[in-house]
């Protein structure tokens, strides 16, 4: 007898009944790994490939790499030579949790040598060019020093 695939129920958000954008739980796709960056979720977010295209648009593409693991982090783009990483950030990062983990992160990758740009999901979906901009003015400066001693 055939085995019928049953559908899989979408992830539920921890703020109640509104489906996360993937389509499966995490546990359900695949365990989590210890190489994985923390607070990683394997997925790009619309806003981040939006952003990606403007950079495409303004050739700025070239710099930077997507979802990169640094100082035991994912970062949403680095340019790595420039030490600069830019993160999209959404709605969730309002909650007093999640901005104590970017001050975190952002205090680790800062020891590392790396300036952290925060972009809000509406600043890409309204107006990516000026972030662009904003992107391009963090690229002309020179980048931070690494703290001696730290990491």
Do not use: C
């Not at 709605?91 to 809000?120: C, M, N, P, W």
């Not at 509406?122 to 400066?141: F, G, H, W």
């Amino acid at each position: 007898m055939p085995r019928r695939n049953r559908p899989v129920q979408p992830a539920r958000s921890a703020w109640g009944d509104a489906p996360f954008w993937g389509e499966t739980p995490r546990s359900a796709e695949r365990p989590f790994r210890a190489t994985q960056a923390y607070g990683s979720n394997g997925e790009r977010h619309p806003r981040e490939d939006q952003l990606w295209q403007a950079l495409q648009r303004a050739r700025l593409d070239g710099l930077f790499e997507r979802n990169a693991l640094i100082g035991g982090y994912e970062v949403d783009l680095v340019a790595r030579r420039q030490r600069l990483i830019v993160e999209v950030d959404g709605f969730f990062h309002y909650a007093r949790s999640a901005q104590e983990r970017d001050q975190a992160k952002e205090e680790v990758l800062g020891r590392l040598g790396y300036t952290v740009i925060r972009v809000q999901n509406e600043e890409v979906r309204v107006s990516p060019d000026q972030v662009v901009n904003r992107i391009r003015a963090a690229l002309r400066r020179p980048p931070r020093p690494t703290l001696p001693g730290r990491m």
